[in-house]
């Protein structure tokens, strides 16, 4: 989910005498933002509007595409800029230290605004240990006016750990609507085509352990008739290079050598290829052995992909998945089996409803204004 190319579906009916709370969202691009907007507007709540990224190379100007590293968390952009009334701070922070964060809290302090902060990783799935998202946590959780999370499993931590509430609202759809009508509209899987499950290794997050999960499915799979294993993964990682992952690109090659899998490697992939993939299969399989939310299961969602996902962080909060046991190193491949044999049974769900969609980003866009709307009078 790349967020710069996310289609941003326009509100209708906004009255220009509402009043109106301006937004510094960190980040602005990114798709989970965009879908923040309501799809029909609520014309009894402020209108919100969200800044632009700045662009790091020229904060005085817009970013389009490029966000990182994100300008509006610098405390002298906060004091700079007059024209915001809250920040909303999402995602980005993972290369601040705790003492950058306080300024930034300072900052926000000092010049009035309010600081809303969604926890959407209890765990930063790109650090191989929790020590430093934890010490971020622990300037930002207990500064922020109000804290927004996405499940009630993660609410729950954030209360045992800190002793503050967070108010759940759900993660929006993901993919575009035009893009979720199509996938709606599409045939159901004939009894001739293969059952395709798909893992994908993108450039291999410090959460990620695919090599026992792609040995496991690759024993599953060849049992169950007409299932196929398609694994994709992106250039810098399965060829040589800076970033290869030698045992794991070797133990790839020669499975699909074998006819065990598919192999796909290939670039980054832009939104409209990423969701032809993630429709082209019947289920996706996470690898993940850390975590706490995923943006990934709910395009599936959205597309009518199954999910098999791990047992650690939320991901059952977050909509049906079929579970298996992955923890840290304590993977299990029998509960893979089972989740697989239960996933090849039921055969693929249907796209998720575009009405109840649009209804749930609604009702999440109206709950955000009626926060703002709570802590800037």
């Given amino acids: 989910m790349t967020g710069s190319t996310a289609t941003r579906e326009v509100a209708t009916g906004i009255d220009a005498d509402r009043r109106t709370i301006r937004v510094a969202s960190v980040p602005a691009s990114h798709v989970y933002v965009h879908h923040l907007a309501p799809v029909h507007d609520a014309e009894d709540e402020p209108r ?3 800044l632009d990224d700045p662009d790091p190379d020229d904060p005085a100007r ?3 595409a490029k966000w990182w590293p994100p300008t509006m968390l610098e405390p002298a952009w906060v004091r700079a800029n007059p024209g915001f009334d809250l920040m909303h701070l999402q995602f980005g922070f993972d290369a601040r230290t705790p003492a950058q964060l306080e300024q930034l809290v300072e900052a926000l302090r000092e010049t009035g ?3 809303v902060y969604t926890v959407h990783d209890l765990r930063n799935p790109h650090h191989e240990t929790r020590d430093a998202h934890d010490a971020q946590l622990d300037v930002l959780i207990p500064a922020a006016d109000a804290l927004v999370t996405l499940t009630p499993g993660a609410a729950a931590e954030i209360r045992r750990r800190w ?3 967070a108010r759940v609202l759900p993660h929006p759809h993901v993919v575009d609507l035009e893009t979720m009508r199509r ?3 599409r045939p159901p899987r004939g009894p001739g085509d293969p059952f395709r499950i798909g893992v994908h290794v993108k450039s291999l997050r410090a959460s990620m352990n695919p090599l026992p999960v792609v040995r496991a499915l690759s024993e599953i799979v060849r049992d169950l008739p007409g299932a196929v294993l398609q694994v994709n993964g992106h250039t810098d990682v399965l060829r040589p290079g800076e970033r290869h992952d030698r045992p794991l690109a070797e133990l790839l090659e020669r499975q699909a050598a074998a006819g065990l899998l598919e192999l796909h490697v290939h670039d980054f992939l832009d939104d409209a290829a990423l969701w032809a993939y993630l429709s082209s299969l019947d289920v996706s399989v996470l690898p993940y052995r850390f975590g706490t939310h995923s943006g990934w299961l709910e ?4 597309l009518g992909t199954a999910v098999i996902a791990p047992d650690c962080g939320y991901y059952r909060e977050q909509g049906p998945v079929f579970e298996y046991r992955n ?10 089996r089972s989740a697989v044999l239960a996933a090849y049974a039921a055969g693929s769900p249907a796209p998720a409803s575009i009405a109840e969609r649009i209804a749930e980003r609604d009702a999440v866009a109206r709950a955000h204004a009626q926060l703002y709307g709570e802590l800037v009078r």
């Fill in 299 to 302: 395009a599936c969602r959205d």
């Fill in 62 to 64: 817009p970013a389009g």
């Fill in 327 to 336: 923890r840290d190193d304590d993977f299990d491949p029998e509960s893979l």
């Fill in 163 to 165: 002793g503050v509430e």
């Fill in 113 to 115: 605004r309010p600081l």
């Fill in 183 to 185: 996938a709606s509209a």
């Fill in 48 to 50: 919100i509007e969200r």
